[in-house]
């Protein structure tokens, strides 16, 4: 397409970016910590418990928001592969189709 200039090799390497960060959100999520007890937290009369479940909430929060981030970044590397293919075709709408 003249006058019109793709960085297919920008738009690659930003889409391997995206799949690398992608990658390191699902190991972040995949590497979980045990569950704490109470007594992790010692002896705290009424708050031991109450801690547990905040610190639960939190993991499952944080769990939740890692998983989102990875499939979203997996999109936004599907998305950059896609728009260099119609880029491709839309530059060579005809390619030549080898003899046999």
């Known amino acids: 397409m003249a006058g019109f200039d793709i960085y297919f090799d920008a738009l690659e390497d930003c889409a391997g970016k995206a799949n690398s960060v992608a990658n390191q959100f699902k190991g972040v999520a995949d590497e979980s910590p045990a569950a704490p007890g109470p007594a992790c937290f010692g002896s705290l009369p009424d708050a031991s418990g109450k801690l547990v479940e905040a610190v639960k909430k939190l993991e499952?929060?944080?769990?939740?928001?890692?998983?989102?981030?990875?499939?979203?970044?997996?999109?936004?590397?599907?998305?950059?592969?896609?728009?260099?293919g119609n880029v491709r075709k839309?530059?060579?709408p005809d390619p030549e189709v080898a003899q046999a």
């Open 90 to 92: 839309a530059d060579n």
């Open 60 to 84: 499952t929060r944080l769990d939740s928001e890692t998983r989102h981030a990875q499939r979203n970044l997996k999109k936004v590397e599907a998305a950059l592969y896609k728009v260099i």
